[in-house]
């Protein structure tokens, strides 16, 4: 399949010509041979098959999405029918005609040029000529006289050999090129990698040495907390550049490698922010350089595409220019504005200006003027850069006085950029977690026409997978469906801590959840039935945006204030410290100091949930548990949340066999506290 798909991205831009001229090649041809110039045989079933063959590879941008995946293989097998096969047969069918001698000839010629790779036409040819044989000769009933006529075997050898090696030769050095290029970026990364790391290194070091703010008064330190915010912010500026810089090599790799640009990082940006960031960290020769560059923004706008890649080409033209510059008075312009229907970036400059014959080349790889040690790369990626996004790059300039590139975008909302979403999203992965039957089909029907591929699984599959298990694009995990599993969740969330993906809590607004989230993940909380009904939106929020990571959306349990709370536990001071606590929220409370005081409160005093402690003098709270639930009283059934400071699971097992509904390690942050005595109340 690699050398399939190799051999069609080869061949891809002449595809819809070459699908065009058999569309209509083959019908036309059965006429010019069966009433033009009349021949022995024709087959109008043949032709028909090939024409509409053709059909597929003229229209193939048509096929629906799931099905485009085997163009290439479709491709092959259309060459092989229409030209070896089809050819070759209508020769031995018409006794090896001249005009079907020559036709073949010209068949194999085209067959060179469609099939690039020597070992797959060879093979193609063989078979195909060797199919057409069988069924002209061996299955035919009424076989042609001529079987073959050995004098032509010779020049259709020396034909494709030749033509062949011809070609091979072609394509050696278009592979040498694209070899130099491949050493140029890693020759990049060799050069950019170790400094980078070392100083990553460095700071590592350093971060781990300095307190943070919260014990920058120790004795040890003489840092006030405005040096050491300074100190800070350094390391995060410069953890930042490391992260790009690195992103930048391995784009360059990428899209060298693959004569095409990554876009697996493209996302929404603001064009003034991306200019004015290039702008600012471009490395200037000297302090003035920076002086005659000036940013007009007639319409700010945003598009599609990674700010790496786009800072780069900024470099680029910037370096370029500031190489050319031939006045003390030299200056840079770039112009933000909004044209017949595109967003432009216009970068002129007062430099050198590019000659006629120059222009027509500076786009092509590898070719420079005038620069030493240049790979003539520059450019031509820039072009890339600019396509990969839907849109172009052009130049004009104006000798000795200016030089003017123009970078087109489409509009955000256009639908070039909505065709590109398309394709994002066909290599974008997402795992749902729940069992909400609704939500999963909808999201299996949107992935066959999204295409993107789709992980479904429940709570307890998700638990048993490790933390590199969660590589995903998207999680989705549906909150309705982990209600009353508290633990499990929590342990969920501690393996999701690593991972990458966008972590999305679908949850319902006219339901309660608790708010005990982990404060380490950052979540993209998301309306059950606005993520129904516009889905689209919201992935594209999700995959293209910036969406606010706001757990606060997510509606919380309301604790019911009034109720009354008994506290069963044998040491005064956290008894008392809670008893206050829940006062301050509007509860009731009955203090206990062991169970048997527990029971004896419950007896007289109504009370709507107990906190007990299991470990306590005369009776425990799994002693105290037993005998309230083995009571004949109208209090069996309280709500009796465990309050333990053993999560162990024999402990854990202990409280679940006496009756407790829930439990809660202490000491507890009070928000905690409230979300667990809410749930039971």
Not at 422 to 436: A, E, H, P, Q, V
Not at 501 to 511: C, P, T
Request: aromatic letters at 14%; charged letters at 20%.
């Amino acid at each position: 399949m690699e050398v399939i798909n190799k051999i069609y991205k080869y061949s891809e831009p002449n595809l819809t010509l070459v699908g065009w001229m058999g569309f209509i090649g083959f019908p036309l041809y059965y006429y010019v041979w069966s009433y033009v110039f009349p021949q022995a045989y024709e087959s109008l079933f043949l032709r028909g098959l090939g024409a509409l063959l053709f059909s597929g590879i003229a229209f193939r941008k048509c096929f629906p999405k799931p099905l485009q995946k085997y163009t290439p293989i479709y491709y092959l097998f259309t060459v092989g029918f229409c030209l070896p096969f089809f050819f070759s047969y209508m020769m031995f069918m018409n006794d090896w005609s001249t005009i079907w001698t020559m036709s073949f000839m010209a068949s194999i010629f085209l067959h060179i040029l469609l099939v690039h790779d020597t070992k797959v036409m060879a093979i193609q040819a063989a078979l195909c000529i060797f199919i057409a044989y069988l069924f002209a000769y061996v299955f035919n009933p009424h076989p042609p006289v001529i079987h073959v006529v050995w004098e032509y075997l010779p020049i259709f050898s020396f034909t494709y050999i030749f033509g062949t090696l011809f070609y091979f030769r072609n394509q050696v050095e278009h592979e040498t090129k694209a070899s130099i290029a491949k050493s140029f970026g890693a020759g990049i990364a060799h050069e950019m990698r170790n400094p980078l790391s070392a100083l990553k290194a460095s700071f590592d070091v350093l971060e781990s040495i300095i307190p943070s703010k919260g014990k920058a008064a120790g004795a040890y330190y003489h840092l006030s907390s405005q040096e050491l915010g300074l100190i800070e912010e350094i390391l995060h500026d410069a953890s930042d550049t490391i992260q790009n810089a690195n992103q930048t090599i391995d784009l360059l790799l990428t899209s060298i490698d693959e004569t095409r640009v990554s876009t697996s990082t493209f996302r929404k940006h603001q064009m003034k922010e991306v200019v004015d960031g290039a702008i600012h960290s471009f490395p200037y020769k000297k302090a003035s350089d920076q002086q005659a560059v000036k940013v007009v923004t007639l319409n700010d706008f945003e598009f599609l595409g990674s700010e790496t890649l786009l800072r780069y080409s900024l470099y680029n033209l910037l370096k370029n220019a500031f190489y050319y510059q031939t006045s003390a008075d030299f200056y840079i312009t770039i112009t933000l504005k909004s044209s017949k229907g595109w967003n432009q970036l216009v970068f002129r400059d007062s430099g050198a200006g590019i000659e006629d014959d120059v222009m027509e080349h500076i786009f092509k790889d590898f070719y420079t003027v005038g620069k030493s040690n240049s790979y003539g790369l520059g450019l031509p990626f820039c072009k890339k850069v600019m396509h990969a996004v839907g849109g172009d790059i052009s130049c004009r300039s104006e000798l000795g006085k200016w030089t003017e590139f123009t970078l087109s975008f489409p509009r955000y909302d256009s639908a070039t950029v909505g065709k590109l979403k398309m394709d994002l999203m066909r290599n974008k992965s997402i795992l749902y977690i729940g069992n909400t039957s609704m939500l999963e089909r909808h999201l299996f029907e949107q992935s066959f026409y999204k295409g993107y591929r789709l992980h479904s699984i429940d709570l307890s599959v998700a638990l048993a997978k490790q933390e590199y298990e969660f590589e995903f694009d998207i999680i989705l995990i549906d909150l309705d469906t982990m209600k009353g599993k508290r633990d499990q969740f929590k342990v969920l969330e501690s393996k999701l801590t690593f991972t990458e993906a966008r972590i999305v809590y679908l949850f319902d607004e006219h339901h309660t959840y608790h708010s005990d989230f982990d404060r380490h993940l950052i979540i993209f909380p998301v309306e059950k039935s606005r993520f129904m009904q516009d889905s689209q939106q919201v992935f594209d929020e999700l995959m293209f945006e910036s969406p606010i990571a706001d757990r606060n959306l997510v509606p919380r349990k309301k604790a019911i204030y009034g109720k009354t709370i008994m506290i069963a536990d044998d040491n005064h001071s956290l008894r008392t410290y809670t008893a206050i606590f829940l006062e301050k929220q509007g509860y009731q409370v009955i203090q206990a100091q062991d169970g048997a005081q527990a029971i004896q409160q419950l007896e007289k005093h109504p009370v709507d949930l107990v906190l007990m402690d299991i470990e306590m003098p005369r009776l425990d709270g799994i002693e105290a548990t037993n005998a309230i639930r083995h009571s004949a009283h109208s209090y069996s059934d309280i709500p009796i949340l465990a309050h333990t400071g053993d999560s162990s699971k024999i402990s854990i097992d202990k409280i679940q066999g006496a009756g407790m509904n829930d439990y809660i390690i202490k000491p507890a942050e009070g928000a905690l506290l409230i979300d667990k005595i809410s749930d039971w109340l």
